[in-house]
């Protein structure tokens, strides 16, 4: 079983920063992409950064030149540094990877428990 484990968020005022950590732990044979996505308060939840074979990145418009997706693969774990927060991004952040426990299973999509990020004065 794959478990993924979130740390990072918290209360910040805006134009500061947060850095974000997702470490997957269990049985892994491959992990394809990691990314992170958010859900705020009446909204669906949205992409915010991805990052496939560990190099091809995607970011949603709204963090673009704010936010960057990294990894390390050596210790399965995806960070997102948060740079020059806005009130906006105040939502719960989930990790999320595609990954195969062996290499004869099918793919699967595995998620954090989610942590709050909060931009306020």
């Known amino acids: 079983q794959v478990q993924l484990v979130e740390s990072g968020g918290g209360l910040v005022q805006p134009g500061g920063s947060l850095r974000l950590s997702c470490a997957a732990s269990?049985?892994?044979?491959?992990?394809?992409?990691m990314g992170w996505y958010r859900q705020a308060p009446g909204k669906q939840r949205e992409l915010v950064a991805a990052?496939?074979?560990?190099?091809?990145?995607n970011y949603a418009d709204s963090v673009k030149g704010r936010f960057t997706i990294s990894t390390d693969n050596a210790k399965n774990t995806v960070y997102l540094q948060m740079n020059s927060l806005k009130p906006e991004d105040t939502a719960v952040y989930y990790c999320?990877?595609?990954?195969?426990?062996?290499?004869?299973?099918?793919?699967?999509?595995?998620w954090g428990q989610g942590t709050q990020v909060s931009v306020s004065s």
């Open positions: 269990g049985s892994i044979f491959h992990i394809y992409a």
């Open positions: 990052i496939t074979s560990g190099t091809s990145t």
């Open positions: 999320q990877m595609t990954l195969r426990v062996w290499i004869g299973a099918p793919t699967i999509d595995s």
